[in-house]
Protein backbone atom coordinates (compact mmCIF):
# COMPACT_ATOMS: atom_id res chain seq x y z
CA UNK A 1 0.00 0.00 0.00
CA UNK A 2 0.84 3.58 -0.55
CA UNK A 3 2.09 5.67 2.49
CA UNK A 4 -1.23 7.99 3.10
CA UNK A 5 1.06 10.68 4.17
CA UNK A 6 2.60 11.35 1.00
CA UNK A 7 5.16 14.10 1.37
CA UNK A 8 5.87 14.40 -2.31
CA UNK A 9 2.99 13.35 -3.85
CA UNK A 10 3.13 14.20 -8.13
CA UNK A 11 6.65 15.43 -7.38
CA UNK A 12 9.00 14.61 -10.10
CA UNK A 13 12.08 13.27 -9.01
CA UNK A 14 15.59 11.25 -10.57
CA UNK A 15 18.13 9.33 -8.57
CA UNK A 16 21.51 8.91 -9.44
CA UNK A 17 22.90 5.22 -8.74
CA UNK A 18 19.32 3.63 -7.88
CA UNK A 19 18.51 -0.01 -7.90
CA UNK A 20 20.73 -0.65 -5.50
CA UNK A 21 21.92 0.46 -1.77
CA UNK A 22 21.16 3.21 -0.73
CA UNK A 23 19.84 4.49 -3.83
CA UNK A 24 17.15 1.97 -3.86
CA UNK A 25 15.93 2.76 -1.00
CA UNK A 26 15.54 6.11 -1.33
CA UNK A 27 14.04 5.44 -4.49
CA UNK A 28 11.11 3.47 -2.84
CA UNK A 29 10.87 5.70 -0.18
CA UNK A 30 9.68 8.46 -3.20
CA UNK A 31 7.60 6.04 -4.77
CA UNK A 32 6.13 5.38 -1.22
CA UNK A 33 5.38 9.04 -0.80
CA UNK A 34 3.87 9.63 -4.28
CA UNK A 35 6.68 10.74 -6.40
CA UNK A 36 7.04 10.04 -9.75
CA UNK A 37 10.63 8.46 -10.27
CA UNK A 38 13.77 8.36 -12.80
CA UNK A 39 15.75 5.87 -11.87
CA UNK A 40 19.58 6.03 -13.32
CA UNK A 41 21.83 2.87 -13.51
CA UNK A 42 24.57 1.38 -14.98
CA UNK A 43 23.62 0.13 -18.90
CA UNK A 44 24.13 -3.47 -18.44
CA UNK A 45 22.73 -6.76 -17.64
CA UNK A 46 23.00 -7.31 -13.84
CA UNK A 47 21.91 -3.53 -13.32
CA UNK A 48 18.85 -3.98 -15.79
CA UNK A 49 17.63 -7.26 -14.04
CA UNK A 50 18.32 -4.68 -10.48
CA UNK A 51 15.48 -2.24 -12.60
CA UNK A 52 13.31 -5.03 -12.71
CA UNK A 53 13.40 -6.27 -9.34
CA UNK A 54 12.79 -2.44 -7.90
CA UNK A 55 9.87 -2.17 -10.64
CA UNK A 56 8.22 -5.27 -9.11
CA UNK A 57 9.24 -3.88 -5.39
CA UNK A 58 7.29 -0.74 -6.41
CA UNK A 59 4.57 -2.33 -7.56
CA UNK A 60 4.04 -4.67 -4.30
CA UNK A 61 3.46 -0.81 -3.27
CA UNK A 62 1.88 0.59 -5.59
CA UNK A 63 -0.69 -1.91 -5.87
CA UNK A 64 -0.23 -3.12 -9.79
CA UNK A 65 2.97 -2.91 -11.67
CA UNK A 66 0.84 -0.97 -14.19
CA UNK A 67 0.69 1.93 -11.80
CA UNK A 68 4.59 1.27 -11.03
CA UNK A 69 5.42 1.57 -14.54
CA UNK A 70 3.82 4.77 -14.75
CA UNK A 71 5.45 6.25 -12.02
CA UNK A 72 8.89 4.87 -12.51
CA UNK A 73 11.41 5.29 -15.97
CA UNK A 74 15.14 4.06 -16.32
CA UNK A 75 17.25 6.10 -17.99
CA UNK A 76 21.07 3.63 -18.17
CA UNK A 77 24.23 5.33 -18.49
CA UNK A 78 27.84 6.20 -16.64
CA UNK A 79 27.55 9.38 -14.60
CA UNK A 80 30.96 10.38 -15.14
CA UNK A 81 30.06 11.03 -18.53
CA UNK A 82 28.09 14.85 -18.82
CA UNK A 83 25.65 13.43 -21.22
CA UNK A 84 24.05 10.57 -18.58
CA UNK A 85 22.97 13.66 -16.74
CA UNK A 86 21.35 15.60 -19.32
CA UNK A 87 19.75 12.29 -20.33
CA UNK A 88 18.27 11.85 -16.69
CA UNK A 89 16.94 15.49 -16.13
CA UNK A 90 15.26 15.64 -20.35
CA UNK A 91 13.44 12.31 -19.52
CA UNK A 92 11.86 13.31 -16.54
CA UNK A 93 10.76 16.20 -18.03
CA UNK A 94 9.54 14.88 -21.39
CA UNK A 95 7.39 12.34 -18.90
CA UNK A 96 6.01 14.57 -16.07
CA UNK A 97 6.89 18.31 -17.48
CA UNK A 98 9.42 19.53 -14.63
CA UNK A 99 12.34 18.33 -12.24
CA UNK A 100 11.07 18.77 -8.89
CA UNK A 101 14.10 16.92 -6.91
CA UNK A 102 17.30 15.35 -7.96
CA UNK A 103 19.08 12.84 -5.79
CA UNK A 104 23.05 12.65 -6.74
CA UNK A 105 23.48 8.82 -5.09
CA UNK A 106 25.71 6.87 -7.61
CA UNK A 107 29.25 6.15 -6.17
CA UNK A 108 32.09 3.26 -5.88
CA UNK A 109 34.31 2.37 -3.39
CA UNK A 110 37.11 -0.03 -3.54
CA UNK A 111 39.05 -0.09 -0.52
CA UNK A 112 42.90 -0.38 -1.27
CA UNK A 113 45.76 0.35 0.99
CA UNK A 114 47.42 4.18 0.31
CA UNK A 115 50.25 2.65 -0.91
CA UNK A 116 48.71 0.45 -3.61
CA UNK A 117 46.54 2.88 -5.06
CA UNK A 118 47.23 3.60 -8.67
CA UNK A 119 46.44 6.60 -10.53
CA UNK A 120 43.79 4.35 -12.61
CA UNK A 121 42.25 3.51 -9.26
CA UNK A 122 42.30 7.64 -8.37
CA UNK A 123 40.55 8.67 -11.40
CA UNK A 124 38.11 6.14 -11.46
CA UNK A 125 36.82 6.49 -8.07
CA UNK A 126 37.34 10.56 -9.13
CA UNK A 127 35.06 10.13 -12.39
CA UNK A 128 32.24 8.09 -10.76
CA UNK A 129 31.93 10.15 -7.50
CA UNK A 130 32.66 13.26 -8.18
CA UNK A 131 32.61 14.33 -11.86
CA UNK A 132 29.43 12.25 -11.78
CA UNK A 133 28.25 14.26 -8.95
CA UNK A 134 28.81 17.56 -10.53
CA UNK A 135 27.12 16.41 -13.90
CA UNK A 136 23.95 15.73 -12.45
CA UNK A 137 23.48 18.45 -10.52
CA UNK A 138 24.73 21.03 -13.52
CA UNK A 139 22.27 19.30 -15.46
CA UNK A 140 19.94 19.20 -12.76
CA UNK A 141 20.11 23.42 -11.88
CA UNK A 142 20.26 24.08 -15.63
CA UNK A 143 16.47 22.83 -16.17
CA UNK A 144 15.54 23.86 -12.32
CA UNK A 145 16.69 27.61 -13.22
CA UNK A 146 14.69 27.92 -16.47
CA UNK A 147 11.40 26.13 -15.67
CA UNK A 148 8.42 27.88 -14.07
CA UNK A 149 7.92 28.42 -11.49
CA UNK A 150 11.97 27.69 -11.11
CA UNK A 151 12.94 25.80 -8.53
CA UNK A 152 13.52 22.53 -6.61
CA UNK A 153 16.03 20.30 -4.20
CA UNK A 154 19.48 19.09 -4.87
CA UNK A 155 20.56 16.49 -2.49
CA UNK A 156 24.07 15.18 -2.91
CA UNK A 157 24.74 11.74 -1.16
CA UNK A 158 28.01 12.73 0.82
CA UNK A 159 29.43 10.64 3.28
CA UNK A 160 30.85 10.40 6.91
CA UNK A 161 34.05 9.88 5.22
CA UNK A 162 33.91 13.28 4.19
CA UNK A 163 34.52 14.47 7.86
CA UNK A 164 37.18 11.78 9.05
CA UNK A 165 39.83 9.66 7.09
CA UNK A 166 39.97 5.97 6.52
CA UNK A 167 43.66 4.08 5.66
CA UNK A 168 42.40 2.11 3.19
CA UNK A 169 39.80 5.33 1.44
CA UNK A 170 42.32 7.77 0.21
CA UNK A 171 40.87 7.55 -2.99
CA UNK A 172 37.06 7.70 -1.73
CA UNK A 173 37.14 9.98 0.81
CA UNK A 174 38.45 12.89 -0.94
CA UNK A 175 35.72 12.02 -3.73
CA UNK A 176 32.70 12.35 -0.56
CA UNK A 177 34.15 15.68 0.89
CA UNK A 178 34.29 17.25 -2.93
CA UNK A 179 30.75 16.16 -3.06
CA UNK A 180 29.75 17.76 0.27
CA UNK A 181 31.97 21.14 -0.91
CA UNK A 182 30.53 20.93 -4.42
CA UNK A 183 26.55 20.94 -2.80
CA UNK A 184 27.49 24.12 -0.20
CA UNK A 185 28.76 25.75 -3.17
CA UNK A 186 25.91 25.54 -5.36
CA UNK A 187 23.52 26.32 -2.50
CA UNK A 188 25.57 29.66 -2.57
CA UNK A 189 25.17 30.17 -6.52
CA UNK A 190 21.26 28.47 -6.78
CA UNK A 191 19.43 29.89 -4.11
CA UNK A 192 18.43 32.95 -6.36
CA UNK A 193 16.79 30.40 -8.57
CA UNK A 194 14.81 29.01 -5.59
CA UNK A 195 16.80 25.46 -5.64
CA UNK A 196 17.80 23.93 -2.48
CA UNK A 197 21.22 22.16 -2.05
CA UNK A 198 22.03 19.71 0.90
CA UNK A 199 24.24 16.75 1.58
CA UNK A 200 22.96 13.74 3.14
CA UNK A 201 26.31 11.68 5.00
CA UNK A 202 25.75 8.14 5.63
CA UNK A 203 28.05 6.76 8.45
CA UNK A 204 28.35 2.75 8.43
CA UNK A 205 25.63 1.56 6.32
CA UNK A 206 24.83 -2.35 5.28
CA UNK A 207 25.58 -2.48 1.65
CA UNK A 208 26.94 -4.24 -1.37
CA UNK A 209 29.97 -2.35 -0.37
CA UNK A 210 30.46 -3.41 2.93
CA UNK A 211 28.63 -6.47 3.18
CA UNK A 212 31.49 -8.60 3.50
CA UNK A 213 33.31 -6.27 6.56
CA UNK A 214 29.89 -6.94 8.14
CA UNK A 215 29.85 -10.50 7.83
CA UNK A 216 32.92 -10.82 10.05
CA UNK A 217 31.83 -10.83 13.58
CA UNK A 218 34.58 -9.33 14.94
CA UNK A 219 35.04 -6.18 12.45
CA UNK A 220 30.35 -5.63 12.91
CA UNK A 221 31.11 -5.88 16.82
CA UNK A 222 33.78 -3.59 16.48
CA UNK A 223 32.05 -1.06 14.02
CA UNK A 224 28.65 -1.89 16.55
CA UNK A 225 30.85 -0.85 19.77
CA UNK A 226 31.54 2.74 17.73
CA UNK A 227 28.21 3.79 17.62
CA UNK A 228 26.01 4.91 20.18
CA UNK A 229 22.60 3.60 18.82
CA UNK A 230 24.25 0.16 18.78
CA UNK A 231 23.81 -0.92 15.01
CA UNK A 232 25.27 -0.52 11.61
CA UNK A 233 22.57 1.49 9.61
CA UNK A 234 20.26 -0.02 7.31
CA UNK A 235 19.58 1.45 3.56
CA UNK A 236 16.04 2.25 5.03
CA UNK A 237 17.53 4.93 7.51
CA UNK A 238 18.12 7.09 4.14
CA UNK A 239 15.17 7.25 2.96
CA UNK A 240 13.39 9.65 5.50
CA UNK A 241 16.12 11.69 5.68
CA UNK A 242 15.93 12.12 1.64
CA UNK A 243 12.04 12.12 1.54
CA UNK A 244 12.42 15.46 4.14
CA UNK A 245 15.03 17.18 2.41
CA UNK A 246 12.73 16.59 -1.17
CA UNK A 247 9.87 18.05 0.56
CA UNK A 248 9.84 21.45 0.50
CA UNK A 249 6.76 21.69 2.99
CA UNK A 250 9.40 19.85 5.76
CA UNK A 251 12.67 21.82 4.88
CA UNK A 252 11.79 24.57 2.14
CA UNK A 253 14.20 27.13 4.58
CA UNK A 254 16.81 24.38 4.61
CA UNK A 255 19.84 24.85 2.25
CA UNK A 256 23.68 24.35 2.21
CA UNK A 257 23.02 21.77 4.96
CA UNK A 258 24.86 18.63 5.86
CA UNK A 259 22.75 16.00 7.94
CA UNK A 260 24.52 13.29 9.59
CA UNK A 261 22.67 9.87 9.21
CA UNK A 262 25.30 7.40 11.16
CA UNK A 263 23.54 6.58 14.99
CA UNK A 264 25.76 9.25 16.30
CA UNK A 265 29.24 7.79 15.20
CA UNK A 266 31.23 11.01 14.32
CA UNK A 267 30.58 12.48 17.60
CA UNK A 268 31.54 9.51 19.22
CA UNK A 269 34.61 9.31 17.05
CA UNK A 270 37.25 10.55 20.15
Known amino acids: MSNPAQLLKGKSTAITGGVTGIGRAIALGYISHGANIAINHFDDAKSAEQFKSLLDEAASILGSKEEAQKRIIDVPGDVGKPETGKKLVAEVVKRWGRLDVVVSNAGICEFK ?158
Open 113 to 270: EFLEITPELWAKHHDANLTGAFNTIHAAATQMSTQSPPGGSIIGISSISALVGGAQQAHYTPTKAGVLSLIQSAACALGKYNIRCNALLPGTIKTQLNDKDLEDEEKRKYMEGRIPLGRTGETRDLAGPAVFLGSAELSGYVTGAQLLVDGGLFVNLQ
